[in-house]
Structures are given as C-alpha cells and as structure tokens.
C-alpha cells in the first residue's frame, strides 16, 4: 500500500502563489507517474500536472507558464508551484502515483483557495 501526504494548501489573493508538496511512502522513480489532480466544486477531477518515472512532465493547457512540477527523488517527494493563482484555480487538489500495474493511490488532498 502506498501512503501520499499532501501539504502547502491554503488561502491566497489572486496573483499570489503556493508550493504543495506531496510525501510518498514509496519511491517515485520506479512507477510510472506521479503528479496532481484538482476537482473543483462541480467539476471532474482533472489532472494539472505529472511526471513519468522517467522524468518526463505532463501540464495542463489552463495551468501552463503558470504551474511547474517538480520531484525530489531522495526525498520521495513531488512537488507543484503555483504561480499567478487566479480563482478559477480554486480546488481540493489530490497526489496521485500510479504504479507499473497501472494501480492508482491518491493522497487525501488538499485545499486551495484563490481569493481576495
């Protein structure tokens, strides 16, 4: 079983920014992905951001020039920064990995709220 603890959500005015960070119990290196998804009220969950076991990096067209991921292989940790939050950013966003089996493990996600 695979555990993913997320952390750096919070409130933040438009144009500010957030760091979240995502702990894995495992290795992040040899899976096939890792990365984050958001849902916001109403709305499916979408992914924002991934990066492949090999380094490769997958962002959404509404986030791009504005969010980058990033990982720390030492640390098991993944990262996302979030750059010029507008509102329509707002969203619990979830940890995901998903493993060579093409299992899936979510983090119990986190808030994020743009507003002035």
């Known amino acids: 079983q695979v555990q993913l603890v997320e952390s750096g959500g919070g409130l933040v005015q438009p144009g500010g920014s957030l760091r979240l960070s995502c702990a894995s119990s495992r290795n992040i290196v040899n899976i096939n992905a890792v990365g984050w998804y958001r849902e916001a009220p109403g709305k499916q969950r979408e992914m924002v951001a991934r990066i492949t076991g090999g380094g490769s990096t997958n962002i959404a067209d509404s986030v791009k020039g504005r969010f980058t991921i990033s990982r720390d292989n030492a640390k098991n940790t993944v990262y996302l920064q979030m750059n010029s939050l507008k509102p329509e950013d707002t969203a619990v966003y979830y940890c995901?990995?998903?493993?060579?089996?093409?299992?899936?493990?979510w983090g119990q996600g986190t808030q994020v709220t743009v507003s002035s």
């Open positions: 995901n990995l998903k493993d060579w089996r093409l299992m899936n493990y």
